[in-house]
């Protein structure tokens, strides 16, 4: 009696692992292709997937207000990656219309204004050194509205 309890929990068990692991994997497949609806995401994974690494992406959120970028608090925040490193920009407009721009790095998301959400850029970080991001409209890289990048 004890012998047909115990096989049949390890027949219980055996079937909830199958069951688990068909589910994860039809998972795996599903959220690849319906990835399609997150315009974001499909780039990003479809970004990863053409390097052929697992890395991972370093993500900084900033804003952009009259002349000045922010992050967590910080004004014009230096931004510090260490060179190799996939970086993604989130870039959003609390006031005024702005993007974000690094020469070097062929980096310049669209502009947005402060009902437009917010855009992103990615770049990978292959050379090491303090590049300059900045606005690109108007006045505002010449009136203080830029940062560091420091690629080490
Ligand atoms: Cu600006």
């Known amino acids: 009696m004890g012998k047909i ?18 589910f994860s994997s039809s998972v795996d497949s599903a959220g690849t292709v319906n990835a399609g609806s997150l315009q974001e ?6 970004q990863d997937g053409g ?18 970028f922010m992050m967590n608090g910080l004004n ?3 931004i510090k990656v260490k060179q ?9 407009s609390v006031q005024g219309l702005h993007d974000f721009v690094i020469d070097e790095f062929n980096v310049a998301t669209s502009r947005v204004g402060d009902t437009d ?26 009136n203080g509205m830029k940062g560091n990048l420091i690629v080490e």
Do not use: W
């Open 5 to 22: 309890l115990m096989l049949i929990v390890v027949l219980i068990i055996v079937g909830i692992a199958g069951v688990y692991f068909t």
């Open 76 to 78: 014009n925040p230096e």
């Open 84 to 92: 190799g490193e996939r970086i993604r920009i989130e870039f959003s």
């Open 51 to 68: 390097i052929g690494t697992s890395e991972e992406v370093k993500t900084f959120v900033l804003t952009g207000e009259h002349f000045k």
């Open 41 to 46: 995401e499909s780039i990003s994974v479809e």
């Open 117 to 142: 959400g917010q855009v992103f850029a990615e770049f990978i970080a292959d050379k090491k050194g303090t590049f300059e991001y900045y606005c690109s409209v108007g006045e505002h890289r010449a």
